[in-house]
């Protein structure tokens, strides 16, 4: 089957099963709940403890390649989804970091390109079927991932089999980096993470739902309320260019021409008297 009708059987098959349950924003909670208590039992024994101890043995400048190499590969598949969602700058500006990171930054390991102004970016395959329409769905607590919808669990395979770092590559590389590259976010998360353990929450189950969900509507329409208003927002934000300027002053009124009138009056008469020596 083509890639073309995969994708649309699958943004279907998602649209209709989160239709059916958008009436209730966390219909699974019992299973999810169960699934974070685990994932919370697998991060205080495993996964914190050796990000705490990669953040405490690696220098810093090591962190940041590692962290700028795994990023870089990010932008290939963030710039393919831009161009998905029709926003072609910024699949362009994603394309642009991951050349000159690619060359100019070691491979990625050196974030040239934020340092030359391009923003990074951070799109998915289940932002860019938001972008389109297909609804997220409930609530999903996924083994080991963490916290999810209907629609970004059905489009994380396609992001798994996109991600640029399985190409090339033997499995035990793979394997190694994979471990590498989440041992190294949740590094990453660790300041965070402590300042949630330290605050007096009701409940945190529900706190991390309301907040993941949140977060994600926002980036799906990056920050807006919409498709149409982020659209209209990346034009407000575009750079102005000639034919924009000339419309912006397309009101201004028509010079006068000048009178014959006019013209006269603005004559000095020559007086004709001569000089005397």
Do not use: H
Request: hydrophobic share 40%.
């Amino acid at each position: 089957m083509k890639l073309s009708k995969l994708l649309a059987l699958l943004a279907l098959a998602v649209s209709l099963t989160g239709c059916a349950s958008m009436g209730e924003k966390d219909p699974y909670e019992k299973f999810n709940r169960s699934v974070f208590n685990m994932n919370d039992a697998i991060d205080r024994n495993a996964l914190k403890p050796a990000a705490t101890a990669y953040k405490t043995v690696l220098p810093s400048f090591v962190q940041t390649g590692v962290n700028n190499f795994f990023f870089n590969l990010n932008d290939v598949w963030s710039s393919a989804n831009n161009l998905m969602q029709g926003k072609g700058e910024r699949s362009l500006s994603d394309f642009t970091r991951v050349i000159i990171n690619s060359t100019f930054g070691l491979a990625g390991l050196i974030d040239v390109a934020s340092d030359a102004g391009l923003q990074r970016g951070s799109e998915d395959f289940g932002q860019t079927l938001g972008y389109w329409g297909v609804p997220s769905g409930p609530y999903v607590m996924l083994p080991l991932l963490g916290p999810s919808t209907l629609r970004d669990s059905a489009a994380l395979p396609v992001d798994i089999a996109a991600d640029p770092w399985g190409f090339g590559i033997t499995s035990r590389e793979r394997n190694i980096g994979t471990a590498l590259r989440v041992v190294d976010q949740r590094a990453v998360l660790l300041d965070a993470s402590d300042i949630l353990d330290g605050a007096a929450l009701g409940d945190r189950y529900e706190f991390i739902r309301d907040g993941y969900l949140q977060q994600r509507r926002s980036k799906v329409f990056d920050g807006e309320t919409s498709r149409q208003a982020a659209k209209n927002a990346r034009n407000d934000d575009a750079e102005p260019d000639a034919k924009s300027i000339a419309a912006a002053y397309a009101d201004d009124e028509e010079p006068v021409e000048p009178t014959k009138a006019d013209a006269k009056d603005s004559v000095k008469p020559v007086s004709s008297e001569t000089p005397t020596k």
